[in-house]
């Protein structure tokens, strides 16, 4: 009898699955970057922009779904 070879599975990217969420509908959802410190010298309008989380672009969204396997 012959046996099936199967490929090897990908293995999740443990390190970018913790940074961001795939959502119900497929978007990539992450934290925008430069809101860890030194927000004193940020304005009150950049500091809520930062507060809020950023959606990627389908492109860099199919990418990155690879190594998350979503």
């Known amino acids: ?3 099936s070879v199967k490929m090897p599975k ?4 443990k390190g970018l699955s913790k940074r961001l ?5 497929g978007k990539v959802k992450y934290k925008r970057p ?6 004193s010298g940020k304005n009150a309008k950049r500091r809520r922009r930062l507060a809020s989380p950023a959606f ?3 492109t ?6 690879m190594f998350v396997n979503k």
């Open 1 to 3: 009898m012959k046996e």
């Open 10 to 13: 990908q293995k999740t990217h």
């Open 21 to 25: 969420k795939v959502t119900a509908t």
């Open 34 to 39: 430069g809101a860890g410190h030194l927000m």
């Open 56 to 58: 990627m672009n389908t």
């Open 60 to 65: 860099a969204a199919r990418t990155t779904k």
